[in-house]
């Protein structure tokens, strides 16, 4: 590992980036520090206070959104702006096109998907500037306007970050501008166990306990990841004009968990409806009803499973095109042995896929209840473990660690992940 790290240090292109990408999560830090003008932060903290239910957003935010930040949105309205430009792609003919026509097509989608993100970051802060106006000292029209002003630039600012660490640092900007707001939150988290231990709050056993608990999620998490069936696929000899093919064989991986983190994105986005108009709505039948979903109670937990099983199904069928892998493979020549080409084709890698999607979906389920169960064993409360939060995490380190991992490869140096030399 440390020879790995001080060929990484040789590569000056490779320096380079690396120290762009810390500056530039440097300038993210800052900005959660920024205050939006007008806004009261004691009655933040108080609304915060009440209840765990913007904790969510609060840690992609890096702690940005609990001192209502210029950055308190985070960069949550791009994500959903990508996530429906995914999903329209399958719906309308002009959006389908694009993504095949390789780069032209890649550029027209990011610059509409731009415009989607400003106007979905405007009408959120619009909304969230109403919905805590409490916490604004003088809450009139104007006011509430400049703040999603405010919110929305930053959004746009980080949208903007997130492309330059794309084009300039290591890649992969977006998802490790996620990554940095997740992981700033550790020293606090750290610092709140301490205090525990130090009152006599929790038992030593059960900070040894959870930290227990964390590694084998982490190890868990990183093995069902990295984890793919195999369909074997075999190359007949062909011939071509005046050249000759030999046969070979390769494979299609197919990944167990596809649909990434967006099942739990989407479930969480749905029960949150309900709670969310209980804060702001003062209706006894809404409140009443806003009860039984509220985090961690037997119902919402219940159904929050469900809705992972649904929306994992829902959107490995969206993204993941069978009929289009089949035809592919019948054009190229190739096939799966013992399978015949075509409809029988089409049938066994949806059977497949089928079957390793119920796997990646009981998978989701466990990590989104996880910080319930945490809590339950340990009785650590306040120390926001699993779901979302170390899918991302573990994620963007491995995408991250394979991406530095190319760069080294590409000047004959060893990687993090090559071993042959038996060193550590």
Known sequence: MFSAL???YK???LRQKIVFTLVMFAVFRLGTHIPVPGVDPSAIERLFATGNLFGLLDLFSGGAFSKFSIFAMSITPYINASIIMQLLTVVIPTLEQWSKEGQEGHKKTTKVTRYLTVALAFFQAIGMSFGLREAILNPSPVNI????ITLTAGTVFLMWLGEQITANG?????SLIIFAGIVAALPKNLGTMYNYLQTGTISYFNAFLFVVIALAMIVFVIYIQEGYRRIPISHAKRVAGQRSYAGHSSHIPLKVNHAGVIPIIFASSVLMFPVTIAQFVQVPWVNTLAGYFAWGTPLQTSIYALLILFF????TAVTVKISDMAENLKKSGGFIPGIRPGAPTEEYLDRVMTRITLAGAFFLAFIAVLPNLVT???HIEGIYFGGTALLIVVGVALQTMKQIESMVVMRHYE???DRRDGKG
């Open 170 to 174: 290591i890649g992969n900007g977006i």
């Open 6 to 8: 001080q060929n990484v």
């Open 312 to 315: 994992t199904y829902f959107y």
């Open 415 to 417: 990687g993090f992940m």
């Open 376 to 378: 339950g064993a340990t």
């Open 11 to 13: 590569i000056p292109e």
């Open 145 to 148: 306007f400049i703040i999603a």
